[in-house]
């Protein structure tokens, strides 16, 4: 059975950083990509980064480039996004993903783990 499960979130002043942690089981790691997504309150879900789990390619979309940061340790089947300058509007929460292939539509899902950026 596929395990996606969240850590990390958390409250955080503006300007501050998170670090989200991912840890998979069930499957093998290696062979997929994962993404992260948020949904924010009264939004719909927006994409954050990507990542081919094998070769470690990343992808953003524009709006995320420079403040966020995925990666993955392949040792730990742990997936990973950094998250700095930290705004009120990445208050959300925070969803890791995966599927086979960019291909692919058929996506697991975690928990979510609710990250507030507030003073």
């Known amino acids: 059975e596929v395990q996606l499960v969240e850590s990390g979130g958390g409250l955080v002043q503006p300007g501050g950083s998170l670090r989200l942690s991912c840890v998979a089981s069930?499957?093998?790691?290696?062979?997929?990509?994962m993404i992260w997504v948020r949904r924010a309150p009264a939004k719909g879900l927006e994409w954050v980064s990507g990542?081919?789990?094998?070769?470690?390619?990343?992808y953003y979309p524009a709006s995320m480039k420079g403040r966020f940061t995925i990666s993955r340790d392949n040792a730990k089947n742990t997936l990973y996004l950094e998250m700095n300058s930290l705004k009120s509007e990445d208050t959300a929460v925070y969803y890791c993903?995966?599927?086979?292939?960019?291909?692919?539509?058929?996506?697991?899902w975690g928990q979510g783990t609710q990250v507030t950026v507030a003073s």
């Open positions: 993903g995966k599927a086979r292939a960019w291909s692919e539509n058929d996506y697991s």
């Open positions: 069930g499957f093998t790691f290696d062979n997929n990509i």
């Open positions: 990542i081919t789990i094998k070769n470690g390619n990343t």
